[in-house]
């Protein structure tokens, strides 16, 4: 995540980074920054770094259209559609757009998470 802090205003923003950051509870620190550093600078290696490529053009799509967040997306909306660009950039899935999926309501959560916990003492 090196280049991250030198992004596009509009795509290194919270939302964006959040998901990236608890997954690196769960998976490989080496791949989460390459797909940060691809979201942050746009310099694909290749066809396995499209969901990375495509949640960078959403983002800057939005931002220079000034679309309002209603349209463009709140921070959660945000957020959803890093995480789906993450999930198939780590399942190796070649994507052209974020279409909604049924993804989990956290698909990295953080060991020792209260809310975690407590649900798992429901079960």
């Known amino acids: 995540m090196q280049n991250f802090h030198k992004g596009i205003k509009g795509v290194c923003i919270a939302p964006v980074m ?8 769960t998976q490989d620190h080496q791949r989460l920054m390459h ?37 463009y ?27 909604r999926r049924d993804i989990e309501e956290e698909a990295f959560p953080i060991p020792h998470d209260v809310k975690i916990k407590k649900e798992e003492e429901a079960k």
């Open 18 to 25: 959040a998901p990236i950051v608890r997954a690196t509870y």
């Open 73 to 99: 997306g709140d921070r959660n909306g945000i957020y959803k559609k890093t995480t789906i660009a993450l999930l198939a950039y780590i399942k190796g899935e070649t994507i052209q757009h974020l279409n």
């Open 35 to 71: 797909f940060a550093d691809v979201v942050a600078t746009g310099m694909a290696e290749g066809g396995g770094d499209s969901p990375a490529v495509v949640l960078r053009n959403w983002l800057i799509a939005g931002r220079e259209k000034g679309l309002s967040s209603r349209i």
